[in-house]
């Protein structure tokens, strides 16, 4: 018979209510039979409801494909009746409606078990979801049921939901490809980053270093007092920024940390040595002693320019806080398979509340033991990348004692220390030594008491949120145009500017090169407007210091007060020895 011939059940019926009846009479008949494995009735009937309350999708098919029973989950996740499916062929029935696809699909599968005797399994998208309103995806099986002359007569259908898995396998695949573009897009970024890392390392380190060397051939060859005394202020400012690009593309280069040692076996006593001997003129001009405690020789796998570094960030720091006739000690030991560093001052020492603060980026203790608030936080990241500890403690000459242990061997092969390490290793010295002597140099006189800070313009309804990110007690003016903010630079001498896009009539910007070209070279000013926008470029031009957003400015506070209180210095540095101001 085919499809067109086959006649419709028309006969509608109350699903809940057939099973519940099946229900009842099955209850009836097990307490009029005795045995119910040998009555075919109760059989039947026990059969049959526990097909009514079976979670799957079960359906028995002619070998045609005709549906000749289905259970009552089917029909109520299609929110079908029984006579809109039995009597119907399969790829007919509601469940399949508006899918040619699984409707071919559903009768391949039947052909190939009619056929072939074998089992057909298939996913399908059917209306199974929300009482048949939705679609979802369907696991179906069909298992072919024989005869006693062996040929197919029936067809078992089996069915499960399987709508959240695809779902989940569908999200799976999708966040899959998201991930793929991200990395593709992160390994581009990766890649931009090394690139601009080199091309930072010699755009900026090249013109410091002209400037300094300027600035110390203007020394060598002139008397004039205010020449030199703007020279050295010269040096100082290009050797403070030079020290702090190392430091700040030595921690852009932490996010690829593991490349970044070259472990290499050599003499960690001689490495030691060698850079504290750099240090010895400088110590010996300040009558600072450098005491050495070393062995002849210890054998280490380490990379020689990051422990280089480690040596003389701690050397340089011992240095700049001991007093005259004052002790750096620097003592190297074997403990096991540890090497035991100590650097030792006579200086104030490191309060205990600071201690737990000294080796976080831009965290900087009362007594500034880090100028950039990077050159400890490298330090701890240095040792950390060998496998090593840091930590510090009261010297018992007094002062600080920072302790470094690191491990005398690695998991990671290494060779014999090559010469360009050790030039390397020389060059963090010579940094760090070049940084430490301007600043001795100069015994930059700075302040320790509460600043003045001048809001201009529409930035003066900003003042709380401003105090608060200086995190230091300061004297807040604020000036509501041109006019008013020159006069309170002029009169109050404000160690910091906070300028915004406007200011009355005028523009932030052309605040700044007001208060520029009055010669103020000891305050700071800072331009607040949104980064990439017309305010944040002019003020930039203008000559702002450093131009950020007000919540930048919440993050490095603090570093604005520092740095204005070294510009200030600086400047004072400068006027005193030109004579423009008398020295206290």
Known sequence: MDESQRPRCVERVDPWRASFDRLD???????????????PVARRLMAEVELDRTTGFVMLLAADGVVLDVNLHALRAGGIDRSEAVGVFLWRTPWWRDNTRAQDEARRALETVVEQGGVARFDVEAWIEAAGTQRGTLDVSLRPLRGRDGMVELVLVDGRSVTDRKRAERRIIRQ?????????????????HRRLLGNLSHDLRMPMQLVLARADQILETTTDAAIRAEARAMRAAAAGALAQMESMLEQARRGDAEDQLDLSEGDLAATVRDVAHQFGPLAERHKIEIKLELPERLVAAFDPSGVSRIIANLVANALRFSPAGGVVRCSLTAHGSLAHLEVADAGPGI????????????????????????????????????????????????GALFIVT????????????????????????????????????????????????????????????????????????????LDAALNAVRERDPEIVFVGETAGRRSGATVVQKILAD??????????????????????????????????????????????????????????????????
């Open 176 to 192: 899959h490809a998201e991930v793929t573009v991200l990395n593709d897009r992160l390994a581009l970024l990766v890649e931009h």
């Open 406 to 481: 690191l491990p005398l061997d690695s998991s990671r092969p290494s060779g014999a220390v090559t010469l360009a390490q050790q030039i390397a290793g020389a060059r963090q010295a010579e940094l760090a030594r070049g940084e430490l002597e301007t600043r001795l140099e100069l015994a930059l006189p700075m302040s320790t008491g509460p600043i003045t800070a001048l809001v201009v313009g529409e930035l003066s309804a900003t003042v709380e949120p401003i105090a608060a990110a200086l995190e230091e007690p300061a004297t807040f003016v604020t000036a509501g145009d």
């Open 25 to 39: 009479e099955l209850r009836q008949r097990i307490a009029e039979v005795e045995d119910l494995e040998r009555d």
């Open 351 to 398: 309060a205990e509340q600071e201690r737990k603060q000294l080796f976080k980026r831009f965290k900087r203790g009362a007594d500034e033991r880090s100028q950039t608030g990077l050159g400890l936080a490298i330090v701890h990241d240095l040792v950390q990348l060998h496998q090593g500890t840091i930590s510090v403690d009261t010297a018992p000459e007094g």
């Open 519 to 584: 010669g103020n070279a000891g305050t700071t000013l800072v331009g607040v407007a949104e980064p990439g926008t017309a305010a944040w470029r002019k003020l930039d031009l203008a000559g702002a210091h450093v131009v950020l957003t007000l919540p930048e400015l919440q993050r490095v506070g603090s570093e604005l007060v520092d740095e204005a209180r070294r510009r200030r210095a600086l400047a004072t540095v400068a006027r005193r020895e030109s004579g423009a101001v008398p020295a206290r």
